[in-house]
């Protein structure tokens, strides 16, 4: 055989071979690059999305007392907590962007908490009671230290939603704590526009009326019976008030609770560990409306609670209401009923 016999043909497939799998293995190589950059980004991203209010430092050492848990074994310690726990979780009707002003959020300034619900989740975290407190009752507001210097006047007989508006998430914790002597280890806050959205990113929220809705304020019609709503419909549920019920708040309260459950119930139903996608579309929707404690401002913190309540479903959560009565100075108003108000709280502790 020649030379060109030996190396000719044989030698331009095998060349073009080797080509073809540094190509190949510069695409692999591309692709992972581009992944590893791509979760960087997204991670970053989700991380910048959460808005932070350092609760702890504003309210300093004058609070209850954190709850004790026993400690674990060295044999059963998970690398997950699973103490038990209290979150203050607000519903913020935020007049703050155009999103939230075209669901409902009003002018342009100001916020109050259109939801008010204290989530005790029970050491294991396989069993949860979630507690609405009324936006309507009157308390005593505690004086609450302001961002800009000073602090807010203790006002007695005040809307309990008064303390978001007047002193933001640092009173409004404050003003929990002081009408429940439960220490709130968390805060966690989600406006019209994220819950909206979540609800959009999980495919929405099936939930069953009891009655017929028809709310002209939240533009809500419905009849009784099971609907699957979108975002912006679980959202008017959410706020109807007018069209179930007497009109009060506490008819309003019932269906935020059945949502609660219903979308608990959505999301073990969703399969968000196998679409990366709608997971991200979740983790974006929850995180670009949040604002939280210093202690869950991060991606790596929220996630490490939410896998903490991985064995927590919607029939282990319990959902009440703080007993109230109306207030004898205005019956549009309430007040929290004693001592069954008190018993419940201490259940808690």
């Not at 002193?167 to 002081?178: I, L, M, N, R, W």
Request: aromatic content about 4%; some cysteine; proline content about 4%.
């Amino acid at each position: 055989m020649t030379g060109r016999d030996e190396n000719g043909d044989d030698g331009r497939r095998t060349g073009r071979r080797s080509r073809a799998l540094k190509t190949a293995g510069f695409v692999l190589v591309g692709a992972l690059v581009l992944g590893v950059g791509t979760a960087g980004w997204a991670y970053w991203q989700l991380n910048d999305n959460i808005t932070s209010v350092d609760i702890n430092s504003a309210l300093g050492d004058n609070r209850p007392p954190r709850a004790m848990t026993a400690p674990q074994s060295s044999a059963s310690a998970s690398p997950l907590p699973t103490g038990s726990l209290n979150i203050l979780v607000l519903g913020s009707d935020s007049r703050r962007g155009e999103e939230n002003q075209e669901l409902g959020g009003g002018s342009s300034t100001g916020a109050r908490s259109d939801t008010a619900m204290v989530v005790h989740l029970d050491a294991g975290r396989t069993e949860a009671t979630v507690v609405s407190i009324p936006r309507d009752t009157l308390v005593t507001r505690p004086s609450c230290p302001l961002s800009s210097g000073g602090s807010t006047e203790v006002a007695h007989n005040a809307m309990f939603n008064s303390a978001y508006a007047i002193g933001g998430p640092v009173c409004a914790v404050k003003t929990v704590e002081s009408i429940t002597n439960i220490r709130m280890d968390h805060y966690i806050e989600i406006d019209f526009s994220g819950f909206a959205k979540l609800v959009d990113a999980l495919g929405g929220v099936t939930v069953t009326t009891d009655e017929d809705i028809d709310d002209e304020d939240s533009h809500l019609r419905l009849e009784a019976g099971t609907h699957h709503l979108d975002g912006e419909r679980a959202l008017a549920l959410a706020r109807t008030r007018h069209g179930i019920g007497d009109g009060s708040d506490l008819g309003r309260i019932g269906l935020q609770q059945k949502l609660v459950k219903a979308l608990l119930d959505q999301i073990s139903a969703t399969s968000l560990l196998t679409d990366p996608a709608q997971l991200y579309r979740v983790a974006d929707a929850v995180t670009g409306s949040l604002t939280t404690d210093t202690g869950l401002d991060s991606l790596s913190e929220l996630m490490s609670l939410g896998q903490s309540l991985s064995g927590l479903s919607s029939d282990a959560v319990r959902t009440v209401t703080m007993p109230v009565v109306p207030a004898p100075s205005d019956r549009n108003r309430v007040v929290a009923e004693e001592p069954e108000a008190g018993s419940l709280w201490e259940s808690l502790r």
